[in-house]
Every structure is written in C-alpha cells, then in structure tokens.
C-alpha cells in the first residue's frame, strides 16, 4: 500500500514565477491538507482540501491556491513567487476525522 | 490564537540514556499529535493522544497527556542512534481541524 506521494521532490525557480506541486494521498483517504515548512521551524498549515473544496485556510495570501480532483489527489499552486516562499512543502492525506500522514515533502528554492 | 511551545529546542544525549520532551498548549485541546521527521524530510507518525489522562506506547517511546489536556510529554527510554532526528508535537483543537505544529525538537543521540 502506496503512502502519501509528492512530486517534484525538489525545484528551483526564479522571483515572479509560478509553481505547481502535487501530491497523491494514501489509498482510502479523502482529505488532502497541504503545509509550508520554513528552515527550522515546525510546519504551517495552508489549506485542506475535503471533496474537491476548500474546507479551511490558514493565514496565506491568496497567491497560494489549490485543487483536488475527484481521485482526491490534489495540487498546490504558487503564484509570483516571493524569496520567502522557498521552504519545504507537505502535504498530509487523512480520512475525514482521522490521523494525517506526511508525504515526504517538496524543497522549493526561490531565487 | 493557539500556541503550542515545545521543550527543549535541542537535546544531546548519550546513547542508551532516557529523554523527555514536553509540549504545551495555551488552549485545552481535541487530538494531540507526536511526529518524528528527518532532516528535509516528511513527517513519520508516531501517536495520537485524545483522552485526558491518555497514556501510549510505541516500542520505547512513551506519549502521555495531562488530564485537563493541554500538556503532553514524550519520554524515549534506552535512545538508540535511530531515534536521532526532530520531534514535532502538533494539535487539532476540533475534528477534522488543521494541526498546529510546535517548532519542534532537535534530537542528537551520542553513540
């Protein structure tokens, strides 16, 4: 049983540009949470995705936008990307309620 | 907004040697969760306390919380070299709720 899958697992890009990530959750999960973890500190969380909506937000603008599809795989897209966006980006499936598991994460460098 | 503080920031420890790291909420909670992650790497999770009072076990890793739910402590008895890497303590405050994730903690085994 495949756990939770992240692609790319690493990616450079450039002050302006726009990213797109990607994550597939575990087999029999519905719930796709996607959090951005600065260098050293622990990870904040951005966005849930339940049923292909967005059910809850943290404190990020609206340049930090998302998608699930109806396989409940689910993207994360970044628009004019900032220096301080580069980080590592997680995502955690979970079915409704339950525990969240990591996939191993996206290294985002901005420069 | 809810705090999570998490202690100590960093622990060196001989191998063989128990440890204890606390986790402490401003608000009482739903679901406390312990994870262990890797240097730049995903999340691997470790245990989910729910009940006041709640005490699990994980081979030698230990995770109790407090009766009015709001505290939590990992103990890790006889370190081995692979328990080495950053523990993080994260809480939902409802089902189904994003978690908050303290800043973690540095762990380093000395063999």
């Known amino acids: 049983d495949a756990g939770v899958t992240q692609s790319p697992t690493h990616l450079i890009k450039t002050r302006g540009q726009q990213v797109t990530l990607r994550c597939s959750p575990k087999?029999?999960?519905?719930?796709v949470s996607w959090y951005q973890q600065a260098l050293g500190q622990g990870p904040q969380f951005i966005f849930q995705y339940y049923e292909e909506e967005e059910r809850q937000r943290g404190n990020f603008p609206d340049r930090f936008s998302g998608h699930q599809y109806p396989n409940y795989s689910s993207e994360l897209n970044v628009n004019a990307l900032l220096l301080g966006d580069s980080a590592l980006y997680l995502c955690?499936?979970?079915?409704?309620?339950?525990?969240?598991?990591f996939g191993p994460g996206t290294r985002l460098t901005v420069l | 907004s809810q705090e999570l503080e998490q202690s100590p920031q960093s622990l060196i420890v001989q191998e063989g040697k128990n440890l204890t790291i606390n986790c402490t909420s401003s608000k009482t909670l739903y679901g406390l969760y312990w994870y262990k992650q890797k240097y730049g790497e995903g999340l691997i999770f470790l245990m989910m306390?729910?009940?006041?009072?709640e005490e699990k076990s994980h081979e030698k890793i230990t995770a109790k919380l407090d009766e009015k739910k709001q505290q939590s402590s990992l103990h890790i008895t006889a370190s081995q070299p692979s328990h080495a890497g950053i523990y993080l303590c994260g809480a939902a405050m409802n089902r189904d709720d994003k978690i908050i994730f303290g800043k973690g903690t540095r762990l380093h085994i000395l063999p």
């Open positions: 955690a499936s979970s079915l409704v309620g339950l525990t969240q598991y």
């Open positions: 087999s029999g999960h519905d719930t």
């Open positions: 306390l729910q009940k006041g009072g």
